[in-house]
């Protein structure tokens, strides 16, 4: 782990969002300066507040915690069950994202997950 590395992901994965660090700070219930802090390696998060990060930005903790440089970890296997479940879904979000776009497959997770949840609603 290189503790080193644990304030630039956070400030990477919250700038990649264009969140700031006012917003981040209410996701998490902690004051703007302690964001900063979190970012400049003057402070940790809590246990909590590190999977707040994870869950938030869909990554692993092996990645903010710098053991690796893949966003989804060593061990990560999220793979979305609405897909397998409603073609028909599948093929909008499919037709929402430009495959040439980086952002593209991060983008229809997240989509994907959203109308999962929505779904699960009804």
């Not at 003057?42 to 092996?62: G, I, K, M, Q, W």
Request: charged share 30%; hydrophobic share 35%; with cysteine.
């Amino acid at each position: 782990m290189s503790a080193k590395m644990i304030g630039p992901r956070l400030k990477e994965l919250r700038q990649s969002m264009k969140l700031s660090q006012w917003k981040m700070a209410e996701l998490l219930c902690v004051s703007q300066s302690s964001i900063d802090r979190y970012e400049r390696n003057t402070a940790r998060p809590t246990a909590e507040n590190f999977l707040v990060y994870a869950d938030y930005f869909d990554v692993s903790l092996d990645y903010i915690f710098g053991r690796c440089d893949d966003p989804q970890g060593k061990l990560y296997e999220y793979r979305p069950h609405v897909e397998e479940s409603n073609p028909d879904l599948k093929l909008f979000v499919d037709m929402c994202f430009d495959p040439a776009s980086p952002m593209s497959e991060r983008l229809k997770a997240v989509l994907t997950k959203m109308l999962e949840e929505t779904e699960k609603e009804k």
